[in-house]
């Protein structure tokens, strides 16, 4: 069965840093582009950023030179390394697989969320 | 970056009726176009890939439909577990960006 598991938020004051964790199983992780998203309390989905399997990386222009994308293949882990957390960086973090393609069907795969509230 | 727009904003459906869902993109995503859907406290589910390709598992009622900037997810008969939040999703350009969602609610 395949689990993404996210871990790490936590409540943090503005300008503070926060690395989120996703353990993935169930799969080959090394095979699979990855992505994180976010959605603030009561919004929608925002796309934050992608790593894929080759290490290419790319981020929203919200977070672009505050987060780093990291991935650590032996380890089965996605990571999200947050600094300079702003009030609006506040929300819940999904770790998500890009497509995951079996017997000519796709499916992606998203982890239950980590909460990370940045307030004073 | 490519702006996403779906309307309307909520859908009041009677269970067993038919919903229609728009997305329109700001330029050309091609086919590269997928629809989610989400439940309260739940992560989103992929229902539609490439515009038009149902996510594995997903029911025959969930068709997706578009291609360059306008796009349509349809609920043929919608059931109890439809009524949630969908959105649309551009994976043609960086960076990738979602619509607003529409809340497909119960009439």
């Known amino acids: 069965e395949v689990q993404l598991v996210e871990s790490g938020g936590d409540l943090v004051q503005p300008g503070g840093s926060l690395r989120l964790s996703c353990a993935a199983s169930g799969f080959t992780f090394s095979d699979y582009d990855m992505n994180w998203v976010r959605q603030a309390p009561g919004k929608g989905l925002e796309w934050v950023s992608h790593i894929s399997s080759s290490r290419t990386i790319y981020y929203a222009d919200s977070v672009k030179g505050r987060f780093t994308i990291s991935r650590d293949n032996a380890k089965n882990s996605l990571y999200l390394q947050m600094n300079s957390l702003r009030d609006e960086d506040t929300a819940v973090y999904y770790c998500?697989?890009?497509?995951?393609?079996?017997?000519?069907?796709?499916?992606?795969?998203w982890g239950q969320g980590t909460l990370v509230t940045v307030s004073s | 970056e490519i702006l996403m727009t779906q309307s309307p904003a909520t859908l009041s459906v009677s269970p067993g009726e038919r919903a229609t869902l728009s997305c329109r993109a700001s330029?050309?995503?091609?086919?590269?176009l997928g629809w989610y859907q989400q439940k309260p406290g739940q992560a989103p589910r992929l229902l539609i890939y490439?515009?038009?390709t149902r996510a594995t598992g997903i029911p025959a009622r969930f068709s997706g439909s578009g291609s360059g900037t306008g796009f349509t997810l349809t609920i043929s008969s919608l059931q109890s577990e439809d009524f949630a939040v969908y959105y649309c999703q551009q994976y043609a350009n960086w960076p990738r960006t979602f619509g607003q969602g529409t809340k497909v609610e119960i009439k």
């Open positions: 998500a697989s890009a497509s995951v393609c079996s017997g000519g069907s796709c499916r992606t795969y």
């Open positions: 330029q050309s995503v091609g086919s590269n």
């Open positions: 490439g515009a038009s």
